[in-house]
């Protein structure tokens, strides 16, 4: 048997604690004179013998109590060794669409187990339910799941992807073989649509196993057209490149309100300028309005309200970026106490404003692309070459053989209820 945490066995020693309690509670009685102690003589004395049984036997129970609360948290374990399987075959759930590998895994299936890399690493059959789609596994973070298989050889069948790494390089035991297929040849691949000013715009996909890439061009107004439903709302194209149905969305303007102090006007010019730079950049329309001293009444479209003035930040459905001096701030702009609240906590100009890359943090308070943030990871299709993917290898003292920790914990767990039920039972018969 080994230990996790050996340190732990040090609380060994508190099994001394109900010890030197008994100990103490066994003080020199005081000597009473009485006149007859005939009635004492008289008492069963086995009953006194019994007593004092009943103290060493809780006394016992008590100090196997904290031994095995002790090691608990030691975390004890065995070891057996466990002969390897020669062989295992692992395969990425969304390989499994492409006929010639599923073809393949049933030729072999029935020598070899089978199982799919994912969380777990569940065993691949026919009748299991198999999750197809383009998102990739934690590569990286299975190498330690995939070592427990035990086998000697384990070839995985992964799409590689570029976005299904995190985290560094890890290490392993046992010999992983990575066999990236190929992925197809992308060509353009519309994604979605969005309706600006008086026409369409189609954001297309492009990209391969070394490239990836978004980019929005304008779509032929005779060659679609808009079906609205409640939740539904798409754009039929029926010509050219793009044939099909897309999600659209509108590219509302955004309107942001901008109230400042006189002392604070440099400010508000340096923030339409960037706003009007960040419209162009992104091809999305925003209107500022606003003006000096504070306003009457805050227009309810409002979607961004600019507070350059010493008085309390009006409260609302918008964001607010508000103006508060701080000298010890890491950026130009900082979350505030709320997720749509934000400090601007430095004057502007315009060196600190590229040093501090205030247009991006700008651009994160607009947040006007929402509606595609999560094309990105679904549409990007590059890939890895198979020695990316190898884990660092530390061979094993003996390559057949595999040691296979087993926790003692559940039983020791078990045990400790028993005694601690136990205890409870027998101190309250005895009124210990």
């Known amino acids: 048997m080994s230990f996790a945490a050996p340190i732990y066995l040090w609380t060994l020693l508190g099994v001394l604690i109900p010890l030197g309690i008994h100990l103490w509670s066994k003080r020199e009685a005081k000597t009473i004179k009485i006149g007859s102690v005939q009635l004492l003589r008289e008492s069963d004395s086995r009953q006194s013998q019994s007593l004092r049984l009943s103290e060493k036997r809780l006394l016992a129970l008590r100090m196997l109590l904290i031994a095995t609360l002790a090691f608990l948290l030691a975390g004890p374990q065995w070891t057996t060794r466990a002969r390897n399987q020669p062989l295992a075959y692992v395969v990425e759930p969304s390989l499994l669409e492409r006929a010639s590998l599923k073809t393949f895994l049933d030729s072999v299936a029935s020598e070899h187990p089978v199982y799919l890399l994912r969380k777990g690493l569940p065993e691949w059959g026919e009748s299991q339910t198999v999750p197809f789609g383009n998102h990739p596994p934690n590569y990286w973070q299975l190498v330690p799941e995939l070592d427990s298989l035990r086998a000697d050889s384990i070839v995985v069948f992964t799409a590689a992807y570029v976005r299904g790494l995190r985290s560094r390089r890890p290490e392993s035991s046992g010999p992983i073989h990575w066999v990236v297929l190929d992925g197809e040849t992308a060509s ?45 709302d798409s754009l039929q194209v029926n010509s050219g490149p793009y044939e099909g149905k897309l999600p659209v969305f509108d590219a509302d303007t955004l309107e942001v309100a901008i109230y400042h ?92 404003m590229v040093a501090g ?6 651009l994160g308070i607009l947040d006007p692309g929402k509606a595609w943030k999560h094309l990105p990871d679904r549409y990007d299709t590059r890939q890895l070459e198979a020695g990316e993917l190898t884990p660092r290898r530390q061979p094993a003292a003996n390559e057949r053989d ?18 601690l039920v136990t205890e409870r039972l027998f101190a309250k018969y005895r009124s210990q």
């Open 188 to 232: 353009d691949i519309p994604v979605l649509a969005r309706k600006v000013h008086e026409g369409y715009q189609i954001l297309t996909s492009q990209g391969d196993p070394s490239f990836a890439a978004f980019r929005w061009q304008e779509a032929d107004a005779g060659a679609v057209w808009r079906i609205a439903h409640p939740g539904t």
């Open 357 to 362: 890359y205030f247009g991006e943090q700008l």
């Open 261 to 352: 102090t006189d002392s604070l006007d440099a400010e508000q010019r340096y923030l339409r300028a960037s706003l009007t730079a960040l419209s162009g950049y992104i091809g999305h329309p925003v209107r500022v309005q606003g003006g000096v001293g504070a306003p009457d009444l805050i227009p309810s479209e409002t979607d961004l309200l600019v507070w350059l003035r010493p008085d309390p930040v009006p409260e609302g459905d918008w964001k607010t970026l508000a103006y508060r001096d701080d000298p010890l701030a890491g950026q130009l702009i900082e979350q505030g106490r709320h997720p749509d609240s934000f400090i601007l906590t430095s004057r502007l100009t315009a060196g600190n």
């Open 402 to 419: 595999r040691v296979v920790r087993a926790w003692a914990e559940p039983w020791l767990w078990a045990l400790l209820l028993f005694l």
